[in-house]
């Protein structure tokens, strides 16, 4: 269905009406789209960056974790932990795969139920985009919402948009050389639904902006606080250091805080620690708060210390550790803990080391106390925590408690999925329950 343009006396702006505008071309946007355009709605999608779907193709490495067999609702956050239900429910993972093999998309399963494809995630992106092609949803790219306000005494339109080419920075770098002043020009919409699939914070190198929170606000809603999530952690001192030097080690550990735990590998970096114990932890972790790192989760190591001990009183501790754990721990990693942790007694045997110090430097082991000094912060960040509050939102349509016709979807709510293709789960079924609505 073509869009309807219409004029508009007060503000001399000529306008195009859609039944549906949808404001950013990700993950959730376009599922939206595709679902309400399947319903017979005029649909635009709005995104000032480039190309549509940018974090959709640098997700899982390039292979996209687009779902997960196994998704409920306690892989969620978020302030009000029943919000993801009804749309999780209603759209479960395994709809999504049978559109993914309905286009022939190749894909894999990995551990813990992740999906990913076997070749691209250009692959999804291919699909969502053609899926809404075929349904006649329009895409406009480069478009920077500069203004949505409501329309009052229109029967059709509930919002008026205004929009100005986004420039590129070579564009940008013209104008400011040229001193041109001249405003861009503006393109003007109206449409009866307006969702808002903006996203958060997160990586603003693909374009990440506030405009979705922004938006929140000037209808009346409330936000929780946001931060960098499914992060890695940063260390500063002597820790970091330590950490630092052991750059490209993994290893399985438990990591935990005082709210939860993941048996899952870690990743010593140059900037702190990383891999998938920590980003999961990182959904967890307030500023200020330590963290435990059980470095040997399958062994008690207190209770190894303590029967080599009496068995083989002459052993080192590296001795053992080497020895009697099959090498869990790598060479670099053992040399420097113990240059850490018992630099003083690293000669001395098991014979001469009171059991007090072997028990200390056990639990120390299972259970390595570390504060971080921070994360990478929302640079590197797969997600943001926290957002548009849900108490204000549907949990059946994601329509606004106080403005008819406004919706929330994906990852602009506060709504905060583990690692593992859980916030794309919550992306497609949040614009799913949003697109048979609008």
Known sequence: MEPIAMDNQRTGHSHTY???IIIGAGASGLYCALTAGRRGRRVLVLDHANKAGKKILMSGGGRCNFTNYFVEPEHFIGANQHFCKSALSRYPSWEFIGMVEAHKIRYHEREHGQLFCDDSAQDILTMLLDECSAVGVQVKLNAQVESVQAVKNDKNARFELLTTKQLSKKDKQERKESGNQAKLPQTGYRCESLVVATGGLSIPTMGASGL??????QFGHQLISTDASLVPFTF??????????????????????????????????????SGPAMLQLSNYWQTGESIRINLLPDIDVTALFLAHKKSHPRQLIRTVLADYTDSALPKKLLAALQTHLWDDIKDTEL???????????GVTLNGWQLKPSGTEGYRTAEVT????NTDEVSSKTMQSNFQD??????????????????NFQWAWASGFVCGEMV
């Open 18 to 20: 859609y039944d549906v």
């Open 212 to 217: 979705g929170y922004e938006l929140a606000q």
């Open 236 to 273: 500063t001192d002597k820790t970091g250091e330590l950490i630092c030097a052991l750059a490209g080690i993994s290893l399985p550990v438990i990591a935990s805080n005082e709210r939860i735990s993941f048996k899952l590998p870690i990743l010593f970096t140059h900037r702190g620690l």
């Open 351 to 361: 014979a001469n080391i009171k059991d007090e110090r072997l028990t200390e430097l």
């Open 385 to 388: 925590r926290g957002g548009v």
């Open 405 to 422: 016709g406004l919706y929330f979807i994906g990852e602009v709510l506060d709504v905060t999925g583990w690692l593992g293709g859980y």
